[in-house]
């Protein structure tokens, strides 16, 4: 039985989610479903609980990854550096569609979770679905949202958008990476890169738009549309 001091180290708990999602790659690359990402974070949430140790610990082991993760968004502006030709004189339509994605992405989920009858804490959690977790939970929290809730539902939303994303939308380049990135955040992009280098530059553009329009715009639509 391996030492309990040694499972929490920063080198087993860095190699083990590298690993898993190494392994969950190969996987995906054979399923086409079982997302890399939702099954290493499944297994490592299995892990952590049956080890015993608590998120801080294993936080601060991957704390590297997070800046690694910085540093890769960062590196999509090369992407758009090398699409800039394409995307001249497509200002107006650019801007049209963030607006349109942010204001439909919000409010749509509102609106139908209103329906069934949900509180205001759980409009203002899953209203930024849209949009990476960092910018989501910095808009829900300051509304009263629950940004636990927040963080999961952003979660499920870009795995959904990456797995079916690619099947359900046009299949012009760049319409469909805009979309991805607009819908599916961080993990759409990462799909939009895989599929091409057009997808993954409108896909990095529209991450970053939804993320700003969404932070400026939902507490308007929270104040004056739900």
């Not at 290493?40 to 997070?66: H, K, M, P, Q, S």
Request: net charge neutral; aromatic share 8%; charged share 10%.
């Amino acid at each position: 039985m391996p030492d309990a001091s040694f499972l929490s180290s920063d080198l087993f708990l860095l190699t083990l989610t590298v690993g898993l999602y190494c392994l969950g790659g190969m996987i995906y690359r054979r399923t086409r479903l079982l997302h890399p990402v939702l099954l290493t974070f499944v297994a490592v949430i299995v892990f952590l609980r049956c080890a015993g140790i608590g998120y801080e610990r294993y936080r601060d082991a991957t704390g590297i990854l997070n800046f690694a993760l910085g540093m890769s968004v960062v590196a999509l502006g090369y992407l758009l550096y090398e699409q800039l030709e394409r995307l001249r004189g497509s200002l107006l339509p650019v801007g049209m569609a963030t607006l349109a994605g942010c204001v439909v992405g919000v409010l749509s989920v509102v609106y139908i979770a209103m329906a069934f009858g949900a509180e205001r804490q759980i409009l203002n959690s899953i209203a930024p679905k849209s949009v990476t977790v960092p910018i989501a939970v910095s808009v829900a929290g300051p509304l009263g949202g629950n940004v636990s809730v927040t963080s999961v539902v952003v979660f499920c939303v870009g795995i959904f958008g990456s797995i079916f994303g690619e099947w359900i939308l046009v299949r012009d380049p760049e319409a469909r990476g805009f979309a991805l990135g607009a819908a599916a955040h961080g993990i759409g992009t990462a799909r939009a890169i895989e599929i091409g280098a057009a997808e993954g530059a409108l896909s990095g553009l529209a991450m970053a738009l939804m993320g700003l329009a969404t932070a400026l715009l939902m507490p308007l639509m929270e104040k004056y549309l739900y």
